[in-house]
């Protein structure tokens, strides 16, 4: 680990945030939460859908949905999609590490790093289906009172449930508390729920067309909850109706980082990448999709990541079903 890697610096010197206070967009929406804070559950869901509404409208409408009871979460029958099975490619063609290097070196990026997602290579994939949304902080809540497991969420002060952040992803969880979640979802519903392995999650995000972005690929802050757009939290579900993949996903960029199934392993004609990740563990679970803590490089679709133990490692988690 090099003195100016981003986990050598204070979480704010990694952010590029300067040491005094700065708002966000979240600061400033008491008029959007009197706007739509006696709309119906129909009416609040158009605005979070629509794409005429602001992103203050939406995150308002969301918020307010939150605590109504946002009809979205269904613990026992998640909204899930089915991806069929094909052969895809996967990664990054090794050609392209130099533009991708330089495209975000000025935000810390290091060149090994983008050389951690190649080579590219094809492989089969099975049918298989993937939720629509990352788990949510009602969610989890709902498997601690029924599970009894220990492990809180770090991301919950002093352990005390969000009730303002219901339909917020969970984060601040480990990879043993995901699995965990998994495995009892599937015990009470009698289905096959686990972590969408990486190679489904990277297709599932970028699509046949291999997106750089799950949208397309040109990167826009309205389109996901990434440090560009200083919300500097996480947002409610959904609320980004153009940063769909084109499976109908939300947030597959941006607001929380996902655990996947895999731990680390190298590309076909790849080589290890000795990164502070791999120094801490060379066997760290690879996780996907950048965070509101992040810049947007780690919400590209091929970019690879994992845990380092600090805050700004906002990690949560997607749910996938065998077939």
């Known amino acids: ?161 969000p009730h303002y952040a219901v339909n917020h992803p969970v984060f601040g969880i480990s990879v043993a508390a995901a699995e965990a979640y998994t495995k009892w979802l599937a015990k009470k519903t009698q289905r096959l729920f686990r972590l969408p392995s990486e190679i489904e999650w990277e297709y599932a995000a970028a699509g046949p067309l291999r997106n750089i972005y799950p949208w397309g690929n040109i990167f826009s802050d309205l389109k996901a909850n990434t440090l560009e757009s200083n919300i500097l939290c996480t947002t409610p579900i959904g609320i980004y109706e153009e940063g769909k993949s084109v499976f109908g996903l939300y947030d597959m960029a941006g607001n929380v980082e996902e655990y996947v199934a895999d731990n680390y392993w190298v590309y076909p004609k790849g080589r290890f990448i000795n990164d502070d990740l791999a120094l801490l563990d060379p066997n760290y679970r690879i996780t996907r999709g950048g965070s509101f803590t992040r810049f947007a490089d780690l919400a590209r679709c091929t970019r690879r990541h994992g845990f380092y133990p600090k805050d700004l490692y906002a990690i949560g988690f997607r749910l996938a079903e065998t077939i």
Not at 29 to 42: A, L
């Open 1 to 161: 680990m090099t003195k100016d890697s981003i986990n050598h610096l204070t979480n704010r010197d990694a952010m590029r945030l300067p040491n005094f206070f700065s708002g966000s967009i979240c600061d400033y929406i008491s008029d959007e939460f009197n706007k739509v804070r006696y709309n119906s559950k129909d009416e609040l869901i158009a605005q979070i859908k629509s794409l005429h509404t602001s992103l203050s409208t939406r995150i308002a409408a969301a918020t307010v949905l939150g605590h109504i009871g946002d009809p979205r979460i269904n613990t026992y029958q998640p909204a899930m999609q089915l991806i069929d099975g094909d052969k895809i490619s996967i990664g990054t063609n090794s050609e392209n590490i130099d533009k991708i290097y330089n495209q975000f070196k000025n935000i810390g990026v290091k060149y090994e790093w983008i050389e951690k997602e190649t080579p590219e290579f094809d492989i089969e994939l099975e049918s298989f289906k993937i939720a629509l949304h990352p788990v949510t902080n009602q969610e989890y809540r709902d498997f601690l009172v029924d599970s009894r497991w220990s492990e809180l969420p770090s991301s919950w002060p002093f352990g005390k449930y």
